[in-house]
């Protein structure tokens, strides 16, 4: 029933920025807790962003200054604000939603951001 569908991605110019969108159905999202993560070509999924049900927010050192993450539980919807991009931010982005109280997880689709130098 937990939907996630991610939206933003795109190919973007190094230095350039994108916000990424993923609009959640099928959960309290306001009790849930959200992130960002990203997968490059052959290598591992990796930790981006993550956002708790209080609004505190961690983010992986390599975004850390650049990245944003945030939510807004009336539209439950969980944003990546991405700035100053490098061409080693290239991967697809997923948003995960984790059901606290239940202890279940969730995932997008995914959505493909590409930097170019």
């Known amino acids: 029933q937990v939907q996630l569908v991610e939206s933003g991605g795109g190919l973007v110019q190094a230095g350039g920025s994108l916000r990424l969108s993923c609009a959640a159905s099928g959960t309290i999202f306001s009790i849930d807790t959200l992130g960002w993560y990203r997968q490059a070509p052959g290598k591992q999924l990796e930790m981006v962003a993550t956002?708790?049900?209080?609004?505190?927010?961690n983010y992986a050192d390599f975004v850390k200054g650049r990245f944003t993450i945030s939510r807004d539980n009336a539209k439950n919807t969980v944003y990546l604000q991405m700035n100053s991009l490098k061409p080693e931010d290239t991967a697809v982005y997923y948003c995960n939603c984790w059901q606290v109280v239940l202890r279940r997880d969730y995932w997008g689709q995914g959505t493909q951001v590409t930097v170019s130098s």
């Open positions: 956002i708790s049900t209080s609004g505190s927010t």
